[in-house]
């Protein structure tokens, strides 16, 4: 069973498109304060820079669980990892 070129081309094309999908759901989010997070999702993580955390950290927002009246937020402070920017 032989492979054309155009199927082969195919099915790279797809394996390039999903491995792009999956990076952009991967990158975190940052904001510089936690007023400016709207509409957080369950599972999703934001990185507040506001400063509350100690030398070394940020602040991580997650939303952990459905409640009626929405999402349930819950902030810890994480290690920074790489240069703070700005």
Same mark, same amino acid.
């Given at each position: 069973?032989?492979?054309?070129?155009?199927?082969?081309?195919?099915?790279?094309?797809? %394996?390039? &498109?999903?491995?792009?999908?999956?990076?952009?759901?991967?990158?975190?989010?940052?904001?510089?304060?936690?007023?400016? !997070?709207?509409?957080?999702? &369950?599972?999703?993580?934001? +990185?507040?820079?506001?400063?509350?955390? $100690?030398?070394?950290? !940020?602040?991580?927002?997650?939303?952990? +669980?459905?409640? $009626?009246? %929405?999402?349930?937020?819950?902030?810890?402070?994480? $290690?920074?990892?790489? $240069?703070?920017? +700005?």
């Amino acid at each position: 069973m032989k492979i054309s070129r155009i199927e082969l081309f195919s099915i790279l094309l797809l %394996g390039v &498109l999903i491995q792009l999908a999956l990076m952009r759901v991967a990158t975190a989010q940052q904001v510089r304060r936690e007023q400016d !997070i709207v509409n957080l999702r &369950l599972g999703q993580r934001i +990185k507040v820079d506001d400063g509350t955390c $100690p030398a070394g950290q !940020i602040k991580e927002v997650s939303g952990s +669980k459905m409640t $009626p009246m %929405g999402v349930e937020r819950t902030q810890k402070c994480i $290690p920074r990892l790489g $240069p703070k920017t +700005k």
